[in-house]
């Protein structure tokens, strides 16, 4: 009888998530590259144990260079103890760690060094060190979570007015409560989502029930104090909610009224269609009207040419504007929000 054929390219997890107390370790995505034939990629994981209880999985990094998450995680897993929490706490703070180490949104390992972890679901066993950090969330831990914060900024390409979002279920309850947790993360938007997509983390979450919050916390590939400080207050007024951390747990109140809005759709976009220089008229933030100035796009190659004005076709809250100035064909320049209708 032939031996067994085994997978070369599965990850592991160093730490045992079923033990009680606080651990730290990496996940072993293996990488046999050619400075280092037997290798692996170190993808961090922690996880604060204290019995029977909910279980929350909280994701920053999923792109790499979108910060305020990563600090909220790794603060919170330093100051925590596992007497202050019920249930477990999982932290992947650096989910698509290569990419976070080089400071992009995606990896430079695979995909033509554009590994984007968040459309890469539900990854691969053998696949490319983002597949295989996909597989990993998507068959290692997802099953063993009762909700996931996967805290996402705007990353070095864009701005957002800082926002949570969740999707609706159709779960009376469910839905009752993630409606509760928009209003507790105290963002001054909040998004209900009407569709997940395919690919994207969750997209493997909503199919199995599982409470899937995430975020738009600022962006341009920094760290914004007063938007980082709300979503670490956010967060925990949330794991409150969730049963994680207790009532007494010290939080501060909201300090926004959130409005709710609704996905955006392809007329609130303002797309590029000449490479040249944008300069926006408006900030993130702003109200505009339909039709609205919304800035220009300056032909550098050719000055003594007109700039085309751009305006936008749907008026609403500008939720979304690249931040760097050059542009090119198919950028996404804004993008508004409109009230939310049920
Ligand atoms: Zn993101």
Known sequence: MPCPRVSIGAPTCEIDLDRDGKHHGYVRIPYSAHRSAYGWLP?????????????????????????????IFIDLFQKLEPGDITGQLIFMPAANAPAVYAGRRTSPLDHGGEGNLNRLFPGHKNGTPTETIAWFITNELIDRVDAI?????AGSSSDHWPSCKIRLMGDEEKDAVQMEILN???????????RVHETTLSGEALPKDIIYVSTELGGAGRITPWIRDLGDQGLKRCLKCLGVLPESFPTDPPKFKTRMMNMQNEENYIFAYEDGMFEPAVDVGDQVEDGQFAGYIWNLRQPWKEPTRLHFKKGGLVFTKRHPALCQVGDTLFFTLNDYEN
């Open 149 to 153: 914060f996967d805290l996402h900024s």
């Open 184 to 194: 507790l993360f105290g963002a001054p938007l909040a998004l209900v989502g009407d």
């Open 43 to 71: 993808v961090p994981i922690m996880s604060i144990r204290n019995g029977e209880g909910p279980c929350v999985l909280l994701v920053g990094g999923n792109h790499g260079d979108e910060y305020e998450g990563i600090s």
